[in-house]
């Protein structure tokens, strides 16, 4: 997917600026985090003498799903981001190049910075307790009653080790 924004006018004009605002469809999917919706965005596009600075605001909404019980929720999430795009961009730096010198593109720069802002372990909330190791019982919801003494588990063998 691109997003190509015309900067022509910006390039006769070192020093010039203009606001550029858009939405594109965004997928990516991680662990316990995804995004498969439309990402808005707002950016300020500046030039320079020898390219163009695009900084702002991406704004998307993001499915997680709680590492401790498994619980999934929405929520929105607001990643800046902020790219510089060159005319004859250095190999060394993390710089982009303009594309047929009249447009950069600004997808690859938001969809990194996306996929860098979701967060990697979600947790619904600080206080969660997660699910039972045995049962599976959702401890937010209902305490556990507990599983008896252990005795029938394989590694019960195992515990007097640590009992002596």
Sequence with gaps: MTYLVQISDLLADPGA?????????????????????????????????????????ATIVAALVCRRCLTTWSEELEVPFEQVYRRHPDDEDDEMGLIDGHAIDLEPAIHDEVSLSLPAAPVCRDECLGLCAVCGTDLNEAPCDGHGDGSESPFAALKQLFDS
Excluded at 17 to 26: C, K, T, V, Y
Excluded at 44 to 51: A, C, E, I, T, W
Aim: net charge negative.
């Design 17 to 57: 600026a203009r606001q550029e605002m858009g939405s594109f469809p965004l997928e990516l999917a991680l662990t316990n985090a995804s995004v498969d919706d439309q990402v808005t965005f707002s950016a300020r596009l500046r030039s320079l003498s020898d390219g163009i600075v695009a900084k702002g605001t």
